[in-house]
């Protein structure tokens, strides 16, 4: 009962000071790679959609060591919103999809030359999604329709 006491307290003080009581909850969602060879996890931040990973590194002489991936380009903070991350049923894919529960609109993110990568957002009811990538989305050449590059 003392908990919840607290909690409420916490949650008053929060509501006077003119917070959202949303501060309380997590503010990261993770979720690991499909791809089932990869031991990578992605996490991105609830409210603004930045995009980073991290995975196990082996490094001789010890236990390991954890390489992380910090947001390149697209993968940062994106327009305030509600995002998450999906990641696909393909055994083989080491991206994940990002989300905007609020919007619908989704990019597909994933690990390039040390950074993490998002392509632009998209709706599927969108016609620009259904169209070739542009020349500036890394590891995708135009009208190719290649699958973008993973290390």
């Given at each position: 009962m003392r908990l919840f006491g607290c909690a409420a307290f916490l949650s008053t003080a929060l509501a006077l000071a003119g917070?959202?009581?949303?501060?309380l909850a997590a503010s990261y969602d993770f979720v690991p790679a499909p791809q089932t060879d990869l031991n990578r996890i992605y996490r991105i931040d609830r409210v603004t959609g930045e995009v980073s990973s991290c995975q196990y590194g082996l490094q001789e002489g010890t236990i390991g060591v954890t390489l992380c991936f910090s947001p390149g380009e697209g993968a940062g903070?994106?327009?305030?919103?509600?995002?998450?991350?999906?990641?696909?049923?393909?055994?083989?894919?080491?991206?994940?999809?990002?989300?905007?529960?609020?919007?619908?609109?989704?990019?597909?993110?994933?690990?390039?030359?040390?950074?993490?990568?998002?392509?632009?957002?998209?709706?599927?009811?969108?016609?620009?999604?259904?169209?070739?990538?542009?020349?500036?989305?890394?590891?995708?050449?135009?009208?190719?329709?290649?699958?973008?590059?993973?290390?």
């Open positions: 917070l959202p009581s949303s501060v903070a994106q327009q305030p919103g509600e995002y998450g991350l999906v990641a696909s049923r393909h055994e083989r894919e080491g991206g994940v999809f990002r989300v905007n529960y609020r919007t619908g609109d989704m990019s597909i993110c994933y690990v390039f030359d040390e950074r993490v990568v998002c392509t632009p957002q998209a709706r599927p009811s969108s016609a620009a999604s259904t169209m070739a990538p542009s020349a500036s989305t890394p590891g995708v050449s135009p009208g190719t329709g290649a699958s973008p590059q993973r290390p």
